[in-house]
């Protein structure tokens, strides 16, 4: 039997035996990677080499030097407007400030002609219908503020162009009904200095009991020797 199995396995009709070499897996991989890394290295550099030929490389490089160029005077531009912008943006503000400041210069002239205009009514009204001689009181104006205060305004002028100064008091006395009888109330505490060559104007108020109702207001005019040099009532 083992005869017969040597003679088989050296004979003619032995099986075929095929030799071959074993290369571990990584080696493998490793080959493979270098051969497709000098493959896409030849076909990179054929690459290149027909782009030189071409002359497309010249080209490429010539179009980013005058994209370059473009970026660098679009951004100059760019700074130049916001300069510009910046500038406006200032000028606005200025002249809105100058705006506010004009209007509110308005405002002050309109309340000021409207002070005026007030002065002037006040005055034509009291402007008198004739010649006179010496101090007069030329209107005496009275206006109910809050029950128990009167604010008056009152007017003396001295007609003579040379007159001299007069200087003395203003008293007031005012009469109408308390608790529904007669009633009057003289304001000495009220009296006012008075010093004047051709007018004066004179404002303030008059207190009295919240409960009186007053319907005249007398105004007397006195020099410093208390002598009574006019005197004027208004009806309220």
């Not at 035996?17 to 074993?22: A, D, K, L, T």
């Not at 030097?65 to 300069?83: F, G, I, K, P, Y």
Request: proline share 4%; net charge positive.
């Amino acid at each position: 039997m083992r005869w017969k199995l040597l003679r088989r396995r050296f004979s003619v009709s032995a099986p075929r035996v095929i030799v071959r070499r074993h290369l571990p897996w990584p080696l493998r991989w490793a080959m493979a990677a270098l051969v497709l890394g000098f493959s896409a290295a030849i076909a990179l550099w054929a690459f290149e080499f027909g782009k030189n030929i071409a002359g497309l490389d010249r080209d490429a490089k010539e179009e980013l030097a005058r994209l370059r160029l473009e970026v660098v005077s679009l951004r100059e531009e760019r700074d130049r407007a916001q300069s510009i912008a910046h500038s406006a943006d200032s000028l606005l503000k200025a002249e809105r400030v100058a705006q506010e400041k004009l209007a509110q210069q308005v405002r002050q002239l309109e309340a000021s002609n409207m002070a005026l205009q007030a002065d002037l009514g006040f005055f034509e009204r009291l402007l008198p219908a004739g010649p006179s001689e010496g101090l007069a009181v030329r209107g005496l104006q009275i206006e109910p503020q809050v029950p128990g205060a009167l604010r008056y305004q009152l007017l003396l002028m001295q007609n003579r162009k040379s007159a001299p100064e007069f200087s003395g008091r203003a008293e007031f006395t005012l009469a109408g009904t308390l608790d529904g009888r007669p009633w009057t109330l003289t304001l000495s505490d009220a009296a006012q200095a008075l010093k004047l060559r051709q007018y004066l104007r004179v404002e303030g108020r008059l207190q009295y009991p919240a409960a009186a109702v007053v319907k005249t207001v007398q105004v007397k005019v006195t020099d410093d020797s208390g002598a009574i040099r006019a005197t004027h009532m208004a009806r309220l």
